[in-house]
């Protein structure tokens, strides 16, 4: 069976630093899909990233990075010079890729509060 | 792009009463999904389907039923609503092929009482 760990339950950090948010992972599958998702306080889904098993390569789009690491089952997401709205609970994802994105299984979620 | 639609966004039911959650997309996706999300505990998966005709379970489909007679609706039921169905629910989206994200809707805050 599959498996997310978001240990982070919650997270503060003063506007402007970084902070990372960690996720991992448990599957038997060798082909799989990781996903993070954002919802802020208005309560919607918000897409940020989708990585499949075989791609290594660690990712940044503007503020936002994420390292992948298959050796440690690990997807962490890290923000760097945080503003107030990233404020949010993330949500680490997973699927196999028989099943592509119509079955996914979420962490437990990391409610990230940026302070002004 | 209407995108994925719920409806209703707020529910309140009696215990015991019936109901169906609507959710409809207009992106002629094959996928279409129901998650609960409950306070500690993430989204969890009730239902899905991989195309009209197709349904299967998920984690936690008891209490719930579905169907999927057309690509674009895939309606959730709850048959006789129980305290313990108390949650927001979320409809998702997504196409069978291609480097794509899973869509999701506003959601349906449903409480039971």
């Known amino acids: 069976a599959q498996k997310v760990t978001q240990a982070q339950t919650e997270i503060s950090v003063v506007e402007k630093e970084d902070v990372t948010l960690d996720c991992v992972y448990e599957?038997?599958?060798?082909?799989?899909?990781l996903f993070w998702y954002k919802q802020p306080p208005s309560g919607e889904l918000v897409f940020l990233i989708r990585?499949?098993?075989?791609?290594?390569q660690n990712e940044i789009s503007g503020r936002y990075s994420w390292n992948f690491q298959k050796s440690t089952s690990s997807f962490n997401f890290t923000i760097t010079a945080s503003q107030v709205v990233d404020s949010a609970v993330y949500f680490c994802a997973l699927s196999e890729a028989n099943f592509g994105n119509e079955k996914l299984t979420f962490g437990t979620g990391t409610r990230l509060t940026i302070i002004p | 792009n209407a995108g994925v639609t719920q409806t209703p966004k707020f529910q309140v039911l009696k215990t015991g009463q019936s109901m169906t959650l609507q959710c409809a997309q207009d992106?002629?996706?094959?996928?279409m999904s129901w998650y609960r999300q409950d306070p500690g505990m993430g989204l969890r998966l009730i239902h899905y389907s991989v195309g009209a005709g197709i349904t299967d379970q998920g984690e936690v489909p008891n209490g719930y039923n579905v169907s999927r007679s057309t690509t674009e609706d895939f309606p959730l039921r709850l048959l006789s609503a129980a305290p313990s169905q108390t949650s927001v629910y979320f409809c998702?989206?997504?196409?069978?092929?291609?480097?794509?994200?899973?869509?999701f809707g506003q959601g349906t805050r449903l409480t039971v009482v």
């Open positions: 599957t038997r599958d060798t082909t799989y899909y």
């Open positions: 998702a989206s997504s196409k069978r092929t291609g480097n794509t994200e899973a869509f």
């Open positions: 992106m002629n996706h094959e996928y």
């Open positions: 990585r499949n098993s075989f791609d290594e």
